[in-house]
């Protein structure tokens, strides 16, 4: 049973171009969540999804950040006219379905998102 | 606020040394706390958690206390072992209705020395 996969790994983009993140969840969980890890700080929350529906986006900036997780398919987390300011290293995690509580997700490798 | 802060970014012990973590929490509502480890170039990895009506529990080799009084945790770790180096985090989750998050610490390195 593989764990939570996401990629790339390492995704360098110019400034002004898109970024997208993939991740796909652990076989059998429908809960994703989306972590944004600043160099020498801990994990800050995004947004929390089920399969089709965005259940909590209050870490979510306004602007240029959206996330999907459709019925098929990898979760999406897609950041449109990146900034130097985006490079950061982006975290996933699942967890299975009737378990609505991050505590008890799974956490991918992550992407390490570098803006130049 | 919330906040989730650690006492000190880096800690320095002897192999075969007991490492004790400190971490403070700001939101007296979260009702459920974990320690995370990781490694350079990983994820968080899940070692042991602590429910708010608890106030000690133990694993292998690691134990988690939680004074609520003053909204401490700390993570305790018995004859610490090279391959224990990593950054510690704490963590808080707070249920509002069906949902719930993490709330992260900024982490501690711990380092061991052989």
């Known amino acids: 049973n593989a764990g939570v996969m996401q990629n790339p790994r390492h995704l360098v983009r110019r400034r002004g171009q898109e970024a997208r993140l993939r991740c796909s969840p652990m076989k059998g969980h429908s809960h994703v969540y989306w972590y944004r890890q600043l160099p020498e700080e801990g994990l800050k929350f995004m947004v929390y999804?089920?399969?089709?529906?965005?259940?909590?986006e209050s870490g979510m900036p306004k602007e240029r950040f959206s996330a999907e997780f459709p019925k098929e398919g990898p979760s999406i987390l897609r950041i449109q006219q990146v900034v130097r300011g985006d490079s950061a290293a982006y975290f996933c995690a699942s967890s299975p379905p009737g378990r609505g509580s991050s505590a008890e997700a799974f956490f991918g490798q992550g992407t390490r998102l570098t803006v130049v | 606020g919330e906040s989730v802060g650690l006492h000190l970014p880096t800690l320095s012990v002897q192999e075969g040394d007991n490492s004790i973590i400190n971490c403070a929490y700001s939101?007296?509502?979260?009702?459920?706390f974990i320690w995370y480890k990781q490694e350079s170039g990983k994820g968080p990895q899940f070692i042991i958690d602590i429910r708010s009506n608890m106030d000690k529990r133990q694993g292998q080799r690691v134990t988690v206390l939680l004074n609520k009084t003053v909204k401490h945790l700390s993570l305790q770790i018995a004859a610490t072992q090279p391959g224990d180096s990593a950054v510690y985090f704490c963590a808080e989750n707070l249920h509002t209705g069906a949902n719930s998050k993490l709330t992260f610490g900024k982490g501690i390195t711990l380092s061991v020395r052989p």
């Open positions: 939101n007296s509502a979260s009702d459920y």
């Open positions: 999804l089920q399969k089709e529906n965005i259940i909590d």
